[in-house]
Antibody, heavy 128, light 111 residues
Framework: QVQLVESGGGVVQPGRSLRLSCAAS????????MHWVRQAPGKGLEWVAV????????YYADSVKGRFTISRDNSKNTLYLQMNSLRAEDTAVYYC?????????????????????WGQGTTVTVSS | DVVMTQSPLSLPVTLGQPASISCRSS???????????LNWFQQRPGQSPRRLIY???NRDSGVPDRFSGSGSGTDFTLKISRVEAEDVGVYYC????????FGGGTKVEIK
């Protein structure tokens, strides 16, 4: 069945790094855009980053730009999130989710169809 | 960035009664391709989010038909025709213009 499984979360000190992974199965991973979305304790959903199906484009939320890097290995059906210079406010459950990205060349724009498959999440706690 | 505002924040509902959640965007979500990329997600306690509705009014596979989405432009609504116990959770709207943004969530609980 279609599945996303995150791993790599844990407790880390401020300023340190962590790498999250998301293993995909049950679908053609290389055909989909992929997001990381996080949820701080007791809070709502916050989009973190997105990567195109072929890795050609990557975008980040302002809150993580310059510190986090999204990447993928389509040969391994795996998505990654490298998180550097972690802060207390990065404490959250991190979800990976797949999406269809609609490109409109005539308008030089693109849109997100909306995440239809989500992983179970992995918890990142940044604390000294 | 497009700001998504949901109301109410909390929605106590009697079992079997209808429920309605509003979502407003800070700008029109009708896009150059003629589509409106507005989604609704359900997050049950302790679970990952699950998409219920895409492009305003299209139900995802396996979603009960008591859930319906409507709206246009900047105003959107998720309706549950008859609330069941399994519908308890937080509901989020999300718009698909980059950068994508979520509403703050509406907590549905049983009275």
């Amino acid at each position: 069945q279609v599945q996303l499984v995150e791993s790599g979360g844990g407790v880390v000190q401020p300023g340190r790094s962590l790498r999250l992974s998301c293993a995909a199965s049950g679908f053609t991973f290389s055909s989909y855009g992929m997001h990381w979305v996080r949820q701080a304790p007791g809070k709502g959903l916050e989009w973190v980053a997105v990567i195109w199906y072929d890795g050609s484009n990557k975008y980040y939320a302002d809150s993580v730009k310059g510190r986090f890097t999204i990447s993928r290995d389509n040969s391994k059906n795996t998505l990654y999130l490298q998180m550097n210079s972690l802060r207390a406010e990065d404490t959250a459950v991190y979800y990976c989710a797949r999406d269809v990205i609609v490109v409109v060349p005539a308008a030089n724009s693109f849109y997100y169809y909306g995440m239809d498959v989500w992983g179970q999440g992995t918890t990142v706690t940044v604390s000294s | 960035d497009v700001v998504m505002t949901q109301s109410p924040l909390s929605l106590p509902v009697t079992l079997g009664q209808p429920a309605s959640i509003s979502c407003r965007s800070s700008q029109s979500l009708v896009h150059s391709d003629g589509n409106t990329y507005l989604n609704w997600f359900q997050q049950r306690p302790g679970q990952s989010p699950r998409r219920l509705i895409y492009k305003v009014s299209n139900r995802d596979s396996g979603v009960p038909d008591r859930f319906s989405g409507s709206g246009s432009g900047t105003d959107f609504t998720l309706k549950i025709s008859r609330v069941e116990a399994e519908d308890v959770g937080v509901y989020y709207c999300m718009q698909g213009t980059h950068p994508l943004t979520f509403g703050g969530g509406t907590k549905v609980e049983i009275k």
